[in-house]
């Protein structure tokens, strides 16, 4: 037997790489990143390719050993090129999400410790380095002590989370399911629907409450509406407001809508993945006033902390009712011991293996200081808004309002044809260019063109091209319309 493990040990020593060996890789991927990074200004932020990556399928599992030049030819033929360059300044749509270099260093020394980030007692650091990340956001936003909080992938399990919690902490039962009531808008993210399904509120009734012209809730309809449905022997439950709609950028009136909830008795949750962390410019303050009321709230580093994908944050004001919904134990668990005023992030979420995820916020937050973060997200308000007033000045072109955040709706409008069947081709013809990635929304109906601000890569430079393309691509149009 211990020959035969000794036989295995040396079939496995290609896990265990030397230093020579290490070194050898190490240098190429830096070489290989380090390449990517020094050209990303001169490649397209969306590349049409004819095969869209499917040559890595040329390339199946096997014991076959590839060196590490091809590997990396591999990738950067099938998974770099192809689509959306989501590192790129000229990703203009959806959300844009980050990148920033110190993140990818936090998340190599994450996998290279492999430091265990669930419990406290097997990783106190760890551990202290995440509730700190917590306490900190939490204090930015004007929650209270006390408030518990978890790492997530993305807003979309931070926002299932959030449900979940909701349900516990409000009593909620199978039987009141058909019967509990949703408030929010048409404007809200589509993950909310999703994760009420996965909460296994399918059943539970939505109203979406009409929006003004900004596409913002209307906090009179809201209140007729919760008491209607009192009144109709309902169970008015949740609340979820948007603190930046992805469509629009739309802020919710968040505080009137946090004393409708107070005087009604319901939980009141805010999705601000994407505009929470505005909060920070001085603009972002005022405009974000009444966060403070929400029992809890989502909002994502990966977007408008600038980090690669792969960070959302679930901040609840009281932590019981985290605990309440998560914290679950086994007779293997045993050894663990809590320390005092230190919250294990297994007990507060549906992961007990969890990812060193903090680490990839705390070490850019510690070598740049907060103060370039806020410089980046107070550029991007202004970028939005001169791109908002640049675009009005192109005859042809209309726009929704004045953005709020940082996206902006808009589209142009032919002397003939339909507009919505120009506005398409127009895009098309955009993300056939690729120098720029833009997006678009239906809102009532109409193919609207949206510019999202958010790249930490995307400067005016970056705005100035994208509307010399629109300009550019819209006269090609409207010259094959009128021949």
């Known amino acids: 037997m211990r020959d ?5 040990e040396k079939k496995a020593s290609p896990l265990e790489p030397n230093v020579e060996q290490r070194k050898l890789v190490r240098d190429k991927v830096v070489a ?27 390339f199946p599992f096997g014991e076959e050993q590839l060196d590490i030049d091809t ?18 300044g000229g990703h203009l749509a959806y959300i844009p999400g ?53 790492l997530t992938s993305g807003g979309s399990i931070a926002n299932l989370t959030a449900i979940v919690t909701a349900r516990d902490a409000k009593g909620l039962k199978g039987v009141d399911y058909q019967k509990c009531v949703v408030y929010t808008t048409k404007q809200a993210h589509h993950c909310i629907d999703k994760a009420l399904n996965i909460a296994g509120l399918a059943e539970a009734i939505r109203r ?9 809730m209307i906090p009179q309809e809201l209140d ?16 979820v407001a948007a603190a930046g709609t992805t469509d629009v950028g739309a802020v919710d009136p968040l505080e009137d809508i946090g004393k409708i909830s107070k005087d009604h008795g319901l939980w009141y949750h805010m999705d601000g993945a994407y505009g929470a962390f505005f909060v920070m410019t001085k603009k972002g303050k005022a405009l974000l006033k009444g966060m403070e009321l929400s029992d809890s709230i989502v909002m994502d580093p990966h977007k ?62 510690k070598l740049c200081g907060t103060a370039p973060f806020i410089a980046c997200l107070e550029e991007k308000l202004l970028l939005a808004k001169y791109f908002y007033d640049q675009i009005g000045k192109i005859p042809g072109f209309e726009r929704g309002k004045e953005p709020e955040l940082s996206v902006v709706t808009f589209r142009y409008v032919p002397k003939d044809g339909d507009a919505n069947s120009f506005n398409k081709k127009l895009l098309q013809e955009i993300l056939n260019d690729g120098r720029i990635f833009l997006s678009s929304t239906d809102l009532e109906g109409v193919f609207t063109l949206r510019l999202a601000v958010l790249a930490f890569r995307s400067h005016l430079r970056t705005i100035d091209e994208a509307l010399e393309i629109i300009v550019q691509k819209t006269d090609e149009l409207v010259r094959v319309n009128t021949q």
């Open 4 to 8: 035969k493990i000794l036989e295995l």
């Open 32 to 58: 290989y990143t380090e390449r990517f990074i020094n050209e990303i200004e001169d490649e397209k932020a969306f590349n049409i390719t004819a095969d869209k990556g499917a040559g890595i399928y040329d």
């Open 71 to 88: 590997v990396l030819e591999v990738f950067r033929e099938n998974v770099e090129k192809p689509g959306l360059n989501p590192a790129s």
């Open 98 to 150: 980050g990148g920033i270099y110190y993140s990818s260093l936090g998340d190599y020394i994450a996998a290279i410790t492999n430091r265990y980030a669930g419990v406290f007692y097997p990783s106190p650091g760890a551990v202290r380095m995440t509730n700190m990340l917590i306490k900190w956001m939490a204090n930015l936003i004007g929650y209270p002590e006390g408030t518990a909080g978890n």
């Open 208 to 216: 979406f409450i009409p929006m003004d012209e900004g596409h913002k």
């Open 224 to 239: 007729k509406q919760i008491i209607k449905d009192k009144e109709s022997g309902l169970i008015p439950w949740l609340i």
């Open 304 to 365: 408008s902390l600038f980090l690669p994908y792969g960070l959302g944050v679930l901040l609840v004001k009281e932590e019981k009712h985290l605990q309440y919904s998560h914290r679950y134990s086994a007779n293997y668990l045993q050894d663990v011991i809590e320390a005092e005023g230190e919250l294990s992030p297994a007990n507060i979420s549906p992961e007990l293996t969890k990812h060193f995820r903090a680490l990839r916020l705390w070490l850019p937050l």
